[in-house]
C-alpha cells in the first residue's frame, strides 16, 4: 500500500491490463497543479488541440517558476510525480497542452487547466467511450481535461467554500468555455470519430470539471466518458435538481478522503461518493498525496469517520439557516478570524496551535453564534484534540 507517486513508480500495466480508474485521474489532476513551462502550448492558439511530448517538460531549468507552492516538500513530491509519469510505461506517450492560467486579483478568482492526450499510451483504446462498456473504442484519441484545484492555504479554503455557496463563479464559466472549446476542436472531420473526452479534477477542479460537463453541449457532452471530482465541492439542490446536471450526474466518479470537510460541502447525495483511506489527518486528507493505493485502485473504507460526519452535519445546518448574502459575509469572517492567528496554510496552523489558538479565540469573540459554530466547525477539523472546548463531540 502507497499513494500515487508509488503507484506510478511501480505499476507499469497498460490500460489494457488495468483499465483507466479514479487513481489515475487523481494522478492527472495533480500535475494540473504544476505551472507547465512555454514548451507546452498554450490555449486556444490553434484550430486543433495542441500537445507535446509530457517530457518536454522536463527541463530543470523551468523548475523553480514550476513549483511554486512555497513548501519544499510539496514542491518536491510533484516533480517527483511529474518525473515517474514520464518514466512510467504505463503513461508513455502522454503529452500535454492548451494550457491556460489566468488570475483576477480584483475577484479574487484563480483559473488553469490543461489537456492531457493518452491517445498513444499503451491499451489507450480499451478505455470505452461514454457507454461505459469497456469495448475497444473508435480510434478518435482519448483527452483527458484537467482543471486545477486549490492547494492547503487558507485561501484555497476560503475558494472552496466561495464556490460552494456561489454559482456560478467566474472560474466555473472560465472551465465551461475552455471545455467547449477543446471538445470543438477535437470533434474530428466530417466521417471520422471525434476524441473520447475524460474531465477531472482536484478540490474546486472537480467542482469546475462537473460543472462544465453540465454546461456542455450536446456532441461534446455526448463524447464525455467519466467526470471524476476528487474531493471536490458540490452544488446547491438548485443545481442538482436541473436536467443538466441531470444529464450528466451518472459519469461523475466522486472521491473523498475518510476526513473530508471540502467534498461534502452541499453534498445532497445525488452524486454517489467514494471513500478513500488516507494516511493524514484531519483537513490535511484533503492533499491527494495522502490518499492510499493497493494493488492499482483506491483503499477504500464504509464511510467517513465520525469526525467528519459531525462537520459536514454542522456546515450543512448553517447552510440551511442562512441566506445567500449571509453566507458570503460569514465565510468572509471565518477567514478573517482563522487567518488572524498569522498562518497562511492549515499545516502550519496546526503544527503552532499553541500559538494560534489565543489569536483566533479573540478574533472571533465579535462573531455571532452561527459564526462562531462553523468557525468550530472548520477548525476541528485540524489535526489536533486542543479543539474540544470550541463545540459538542462528534456522534458516530
Known amino acids: 500500500m502507497g499513494n500515487i507517486l508509488d503507484f506510478v513508480r511501480t505499476d507499469f500495466r497498460g490500460f489494457d491490463e488495468l483499465p483507466f480508474g479514479a487513481v489515475d485521474s487523481l494522478v492527472l489532476s495533480e500535475l ?129 467554500f466561495n464556490m460552494a455557496v456561489r454559482c456560478p463563479v467566474p472560474a466555473q464559466d472560465s472551465a465551461a468555455e475552455y471545455l467547449a472549446s477543446v471538445g470543438d476542436r477535437s470533434a474530428g472531420v466530417i466521417g471520422a470519430p471525434g476524441a473520447r473526452l475524460m474531465v477531472g479534477g482536484h478540490s474546486k477542479g472537480g467542482s469546475m470539471a462537473v460543472y462544465a460537463a453540465m454546461h456542455a453541449a450536446d456532441a461534446v457532452r455526448d463524447r464525455i466518458g467519466r467526470i471524476f471530482s476528487h474531493d471536490g465541492p458540490g452544488f446547491d439542490r438548485a443545481v442538482t435538481v436541473s436536467p443538466a446536471y441531470r444529464a450528466i450526474v451518472g459519469r461523475i466518479d466522486k472521491t473523498v478522503p475518510e476526513s473530508s470537510v471540502i467534498g461534502m460541502l452541499l453534498d445532497d447525495g445525488e452524486a454517489r461518493y467514494t471513500v478513500v483511506k488516507a ?84 478574533a472571533a469573540k465579535d462573531t455571532d453564534p452561527a459564526t462562531r459554530a462553523l468557525i468550530a466547525a472548520v477548525l476541528k477539523s485540524l489535526p489536533t484534540s486542543a479543539l474540544r472546548s470550541l463545540a459538542p463531540q462528534p456522534r458516530p
Not at 518536454?56 to 516533480?79: I, V
Not at 515517474?84 to 483576477?104: F, K, N, Q, T
Open 279 to 362: 494516511d493524514a489527518i484531519g483537513i490535511l486528507q484533503h492533499m491527494g498525496g495522502s490518499w492510499q493505493v493497493a494493488d492499482g485502485a483506491f483503499v477504500t473504507l464504509g464511510g467517513l469517520n465520525p469526525s467528519a460526519r459531525f462537520i459536514a452535519r454542522t456546515i450543512a445546518a448553517w447552510l440551511d439557516g442562512v441566506d445567500q448574502r449571509q453566507r458570503e459575509i460569514a465565510i468572509d469572517q471565518v477567514y478573517d478570524v482563522v487567518a488572524a492567528a498569522g498562518y497562511d496554510n492549515f499545516a502550519d496552523l496546526a503544527a503552532h496551535w499553541t500559538d494560534a489558538m489565543p489569536k483566533i479565540l479573540l
Open 32 to 160: 494540473a497543479y504544476v505551472h507547465m513551462p512555454v514548451a507546452v502550448p498554450r490555449y486556444g492558439t490553434t484550430k486543433t488541440v495542441a500537445t507535446v511530448p509530457l517530457t518536454d517538460a522536463l527541463r530543470a531549468e523551468d523548475y523553480p517558476t514550476m513549483f511554486t507552492t512555497g513548501s519544499t516538500t510539496t514542491n518536491e513530491y510533484r516533480l517527483g510525480l511529474l518525473r515517474a509519469v514520464c518514466e512510467s510505461p504505463r503513461y508513455r506517450g502522454i503529452r500535454v497542452g492548451e494550457y491556460v492560467e489566468r488570475l483576477d486579483v480584483t475577484n479574487q478568482t484563480q483559473f488553469a487547466a490543461m489537456t492531457f492526450d493518452l491517445g498513444d499510451c499503451r491499451g489507450a483504446a480499451t478505455i470505452g467511450a461514454s457507454d461505459g462498456s469497456g469495448a475497444a473504442a473508435a480510434d478518435g484519441g482519448l483527452l483527458y481535461v484537467a482543471f486545477r484545484g486549490t492547494d492547503g492555504t487558507l485561501v484555497g479554503w476560503k475558494e472552496d
